[in-house]
Structure formats: C-alpha cells, structure tokens
C-alpha cells in the first residue's frame, strides 16, 4: 500500500530536524585532544613509576620519578635498580637532554632521536615525556562513539599537518567524555598499526579519575609490551623553574 505524500514528507522533515541536533553534540576535535592531554599531564604533577620492559624470553624493571609541568617541561630520573640511578632525562621547549651519572654527561639529543625507544621499551622519548607533538603537528577528526562505564568515549582520528616533522602517518585515540584517554594508537604511512596503549586500572586522584596503569604493546608482537604502573601520582597547581633545568638534571633535587 502506497504511503500518503503527507506522511512521507513528515518523516523527511523530521529526518532533517533530527540531524543538526546529533550534530551538535560532537565536540570540536581540536578542543577535546586538548582538554584530554591537559587532563592528562595537569597543570603540574610528581609521579613514581615502575616500568616493566617484557619479551619472550627475558623481563626487566625500573622505577622512575617524574615531575610535570605544563605541556612543554618535564623531566624524570630511574631511581632503581642501582645500577641505573640518576640516569635522567629533560624536556624542555620541544628540546630534550640525557644525563648518565656513570660518565658525568649531559647530551642534548637531536629531533630526529625523540621518537627513538627509551631504555629498550616501547615507549619513545616523545611517550615517556608527554610531548605536545600531537597537539601540534597534527590535524584532529572525531569519527565516532562507543562507551565504557557507562560514559561516551569519542574516536579521534589524528592526520599529520603537511610537512609536519613526525614519523607516524595517522594516530587513534579513544577519549572518554571526562577527557580520560582509553587507548592510543600509532600507525606507519601506510597505515598499519605499529603499536598501541591501553590504559586501565582508573581510580580517582586528587579529586579525578586517572588511569594507574599503561601497557604500550607492539601490533605484530603479542608477547612483547612495556607496563607502566603509577605508584604515586600528585596534581599540583605548579612547580618551581629549578626543577626543570640543566643543573637539576645533573644534581636532582631528592
């Protein structure tokens, strides 16, 4: 049976009076990156990490201490096993330095060694310091939503800029609507998954919930991944500019 004209065109309209509404409700892309990172990093943080490095055959561990402030400074020491205490690291205005106590040596790295893996991990220096090249360099697509306890989680598809200075030709994220980052993908240029982070274990921190645990694991290698376990995590309104120096990095303030 032939529907009325008149029906047809109610459901047509209210088809088009639907859609700017659901529309709406995506958030800008750019702002949402940005708010999960801050949330992320916070204004300012100490932290104490232990860093599990896993392969087949063998298992190591480190503990690192690390301070936090801004998008752009941070830097943090291994403070066990004693063989690799105060071995640091230093970020600081997109520049980054290394400190080996056995040598007594600062070494500035090159751009080109921030996306190099730290330690023997899966995680990069840019990981490890929470590096704003995502906010920069990269262009921002909200693609879709799912849920995880309860709350919205946004899939964010990340694109480098043109001629933007980076290695991975498309990142993944799945941020939760608190800003909470569930999972961090990274893809080469031709598109295929070459690791990603997951975080789990969310408990509140200082008022709110924060992922304690991040295990980085390699796409074609199941049994090979680097554990992050947060062991203490504070969020500060700010640190002082010495920390966050050349000299600190040489002599740690305990």
Do not use: C
């Amino acid at each position: 049976m032939r529907r009325p004209l008149n029906l047809i065109l109610t459901i047509l309209l209210s088809a088009l009076s639907i859609a700017p509404s659901v529309e709406a409700q995506a958030p800008d892309p750019v702002k949402l990156v940005t708010a999960a990172f801050d949330y992320w990093r916070g204004t300012a943080s100490i932290s104490t990490v232990k860093m599990t490095v896993h392969r087949p055959d063998w298992e190591r561990s480190m503990t690192l201490k690390a301070w936090t402030r801004g998008e752009k400074e941070s830097i943090f020491f291994i403070i066990e096993p004693a063989k690799d205490q105060g071995n640091g690291t230093l970020l600081k205005d997109g520049q980054m330095w290394t400190f080996n106590p056995k040598v007594n040596q600062v070494i500035k790295l090159p751009p080109s060694m921030m996306s190099q893996e730290w330690m023997g991990s899966d995680y990069s220096n840019n990981d490890l310091a929470k590096s704003d090249t995502l906010l920069i360099d990269y262009t921002h697509e909200v693609t879709g939503t799912e849920t995880d306890a309860g709350k919205k989680v946004y899939l964010v598809k990340s694109t480098p800029k043109p001629r933007a200075p980076v290695i991975w030709g498309m990142q993944k994220l799945k941020i939760r609507e608190d800003y909470v980052i569930l999972r961090e993908e990274f893809y080469d240029e031709d598109m295929n998954l070459v690791k990603a982070m997951d975080a789990s274990d969310i408990r509140p921190v200082d008022g709110k919930p924060f992922p304690m645990v991040w295990i980085m694991r390699k796409a074609d290698k199941e049994n090979e991944y680097t554990r992050l376990d947060y062991r203490e995590l504070k969020f500060l309104a700010t640190l002082p500019d010495r920390l966050f120096t050349l000299s600190n990095l040489r002599n740690p303030e305990r």
